[in-house]
């Protein structure tokens, strides 16, 4: 075991370690204020979206900026099979052992795909009550985290990971646009557009990538998780979802597509929307209307949605690019005789969505009379910038 430990905690013999990754500083900032609290922190979001470099640039910054002992912090990736028969209070009472360190020594636990133990919420807790302990962990399945409202409660800290957005496009790509070069923008953000945001695919461009990550999830994080037999089925219902991204859907009309009960299809949703390859947006309203009332589909990733249905619709996929990037202000869609306005989020900013193209007639009408003092005509890159 304590080879497997010294090959997942490289800095314990090498405190200049450095992760061969790019800086999100969006989502760490998040991370390093999580340091002055004791709540666990989950990390979510789609697979390979970036979670465990995440967790080791803040590991970095832990002995670089905090002065943190490298033997006081513990990494494990519990998709380990090598260590599927150890729990995780086992796991963290030999790491003490094997560096020396007595359980009223403070340490930072980091624990990757922690959903693949059994029982974790109680493990953690146990953790939490009991040792002086920093923990942070991710899992790629939501559900496993909202089943337990009574553990999250009081302990933990959710941070989803989106894919990156433009700017952070920019940085991996290593484009820099000088201010005469900003013509250039349109051009780039529409490559954007069709490769979206996995970080890794943005590095290789290579196809082949995101066809395995949607194998995986399909395969492993829904197929195997939930006991679904007919993958096949699964990925025409998901290619269904993809070219219905930005529409209102019916869970009927999707059901009966592919001759599938309507519980079926509600629960093959809820699967896709668990794994974070779909995201829901919901009526803005009264509770029964948002209950009630269709909610409209986006794809998480637009890499993912282009792989699906081609590179097409470009003012639907830069809709979806929107959403994305309000996606943290829980944003509902505003639909009222007829009409419909993209988004409002909870703090009463309303976003119509234009791209290249300007918002005309009862619309433009309608938008107008929304008694809402922030208004917002998203037409082009420039427009997410200033706006969003």
């Not at 051009?187 to 954007?192: A, C, D, N, P, S």
Request: charged residues 30%.
């Amino acid at each position: 075991m304590k080879l497997i430990f010294s090959r997942n905690n490289p800095w314990w013999d090498d405190p200049d370690f450095r992760p061969e990754a790019l800086d999100r500083p969006s989502v760490m900032e998040g991370l390093a204020a999580s340091l002055t609290t004791r709540d666990i922190v989950f990390l979510t979001g789609l697979r390979r979206i970036g979670k465990s470099t995440l967790l080791k640039l803040l590991i970095r910054r832990l002995i670089s900026e905090e002065g943190v002992k490298p033997q006081n912090i513990f990494y494990i990736s519990l998709d380990d099979y090598l260590l599927a028969k150890y729990n995780i209070l086992e796991l963290t009472k030999e790491f003490r052992k094997i560096n020396g360190l007595t359980f009223s020594e403070k340490v930072y636990f980091f624990f990757d795909e922690v959903a693949y133990q059994k029982d974790y919420q109680q493990q953690l807790k146990n953790l939490y009550d009991s040792q002086n302990v920093k923990v942070f962990a991710s899992t790629s399945q939501s559900s496993l985290i909202k089943g337990d409202k009574a553990f999250i409660t009081g302990r933990a800290k959710v941070i989803e990971v989106l894919p990156l957005d433009f700017s952070e496009y920019l940085d991996f790509k290593r484009i820099k646009l000088k201010p005469e070069d900003q013509h250039l923008a349109e051009y780039h953000f529409e490559q954007y557009l069709n490769t979206g945001g996995v970080p890794e695919y943005v590095l290789r461009a290579d196809p082949e990538y995101l066809k395995e990550l949607v194998d995986d999830i399909v395969m492993k994080d829904i197929a195997a998780h939930y006991g679904v037999r007919d993958t096949v089925l699964l990925k025409e219902f998901l290619l269904l979802l993809m070219e219905r991204s930005g529409e209102r859907y019916s869970i009927n009309k999707l059901a009966n597509i592919l001759k599938l009960s309507p519980d079926t299809a509600k629960r093959y949703l809820q699967y896709f929307t668990e794994s974070y390859l779909i995201h829901l947006v919901s009526r803005y309203g009264k509770t029964n209307e948002k209950l009630l009332a269709p909610k409209k589909i986006y794809a998480a990733d637009l890499g993912i949605r282009t792989l699906f249905t081609g590179f097409r619709d470009k003012g639907s996929l830069f809709e979806n690019y929107v959403f994305l990037k309000l996606k943290q202000k829980e944003p509902f869609y505003i639909y009222e005789e007829g009409l419909e306005i993209d988004f409002i989020t909870r703090d009463k900013k309303v976003y119509e969505v234009k791209y290249l193209s300007e918002a005309e007639g009862k619309q433009l009408e309608f938008l107008n009379k929304l008694p809402y003092a922030e208004k917002y005509i998203i037409k082009n890159v420039e427009d997410t910038y200033r706006y969003l």
